[in-house]
């Protein structure tokens, strides 16, 4: 019930005692928002309260921005990995990245190289829409994966300062080609062109896998994908288009 929080201290005491739960972040632009501890990973769902899963004799770390693996013999291991010292163990051996964004500068047309993860805002009043796209690396024993991801999401802001989840019809039109660099093809490129639209459902976020594609089999890839182009679109009744356009021809 955020209209019972009036000011910015009874937020920060609200989360304070629900930080197992809540947490506040300030975005580039200064605006805040009240967020779902690990909001930005889907695996969130799977962790218990150690942030931990467990798949067959592999184990995994959720964290804000990646989910790491190890083996189960080394779960102490990753109980005391966090996001910033898990460079450390990764070095060490005692862990791997198990699913991350893929950041890379690499592409076979420089010209479309459109990178690998954008986000776009439209806000009116007390309303915003926020659209999400972006390219996830995931390495399992049998080789690496790779897919592309959109979330859009509506936010209502009940006083002048903070950001919430609130629940909106939201509609959307999401247009991606992605490139995907194929290890198992000869070393290839792959443009694949995916699409998802939706006329409008009630719901708290809308999002969703529209390609995918395994690069490698039998051992880790190096993720060098990207979007080639793209046009997309989230709204709801509320407010106006988030967009995100480049290399709209290449969708068409």
Same mark, same amino acid.
């Given at each position: 019930?955020?209209?019972?929080?009036?000011?910015?201290?009874?937020?920060?005491?609200?989360?304070?005692?629900?930080?197992?739960?809540?947490?506040?972040?300030?975005?580039?632009?200064?605006?805040?928002?009240?967020?779902?501890?690990?909001?930005?990973?889907?695996?969130?769902?799977?962790?218990?309260?150690?942030?931990?899963?467990?798949?067959?004799?592999?184990?995994?770390?959720?964290?804000?921005?990646?989910?790491?693996?190890?083996?189960?013999?080394?779960?102490?291991?990753?109980?005391?990995?966090?996001?910033?010292?898990?460079?450390?163990?990764? *070095?060490? $051996?005692?862990?791997?990245?198990?699913? %991350?964004?893929? &950041? #890379?500068?690499?592409?076979?047309? @420089? /010209?479309?190289?459109?990178?690998?993860?954008?986000?776009?805002?439209?806000?009116?009043?007390?309303?915003?829409?926020?659209?999400?796209?972006?390219?996830?690396?995931?390495?399992?024993?049998?080789?690496?994966?790779?897919?592309?991801?959109?979330?859009?999401?509506?936010?209502?802001?009940?006083?002048?300062?903070?950001?919430?989840?609130?629940?909106?019809?939201?509609?959307?039109?999401?247009?991606?080609?992605?490139?995907?660099?194929?290890?198992?093809?000869?070393?290839?490129?792959?443009?694949?062109?995916?699409?998802?639209? *939706?006329? $409008?459902?009630?719901?708290?976020?809308? %999002?969703?896998? &529209? #390609?995918?594609?395994?690069?490698? @089999? /039998?051992?880790?890839?190096?993720?060098?994908?990207?979007?080639?182009?793209?046009?997309?679109?989230?709204?709801?009744?509320?407010?106006?288009?988030?967009?995100?356009?480049?290399?709209?021809?290449?969708?068409?």
């Amino acid at each position: 019930n955020y209209d019972s929080l009036e000011t910015i201290e009874d937020v920060h005491n609200f989360i304070a005692v629900n930080s197992k739960y809540l947490q506040m972040i300030t975005d580039e632009f200064g605006d805040i928002y009240v967020e779902p501890v690990l909001f930005q990973n889907p695996y969130r769902y799977f962790a218990n309260d150690d942030k931990l899963f467990q798949i067959g004799d592999t184990v995994y770390k959720v964290l804000e921005t990646l989910t790491l693996g190890a083996h189960i013999d080394n779960m102490q291991v990753l109980m005391n990995v966090n996001e910033t010292n898990y460079d450390a163990f990764l *070095n060490d $051996g005692f862990v791997f990245i198990f699913s %991350s964004v893929v &950041v #890379s500068d690499q592409s076979e047309d @420089l /010209g479309n190289n459109c990178g690998t993860w954008k986000e776009a805002r439209n806000t009116n009043g007390r309303d915003r829409t926020y659209l999400r796209i972006a390219v996830i690396d995931e390495n399992y024993h049998g080789g690496t994966n790779q897919w592309t991801h959109f979330i859009v999401r509506p936010y209502y802001r009940p006083g002048l300062v903070v950001w919430y989840w609130c629940k909106r019809t939201i509609s959307c039109d999401i247009n991606i080609a992605t490139g995907y660099y194929i290890y198992n093809q000869a070393n290839t490129w792959e443009r694949v062109i995916a699409r998802y639209t *939706n006329p $409008g459902t009630l719901a708290w976020s809308l %999002s969703g896998i &529209v #390609s995918s594609r395994w690069i490698s @089999l /039998g051992y880790w890839a190096t993720p060098i994908a990207h979007f080639d182009g793209y046009d997309c679109w989230g709204k709801t009744p509320s407010t106006g288009k988030a967009e995100l356009t480049c290399n709209t021809h290449l969708v068409q």
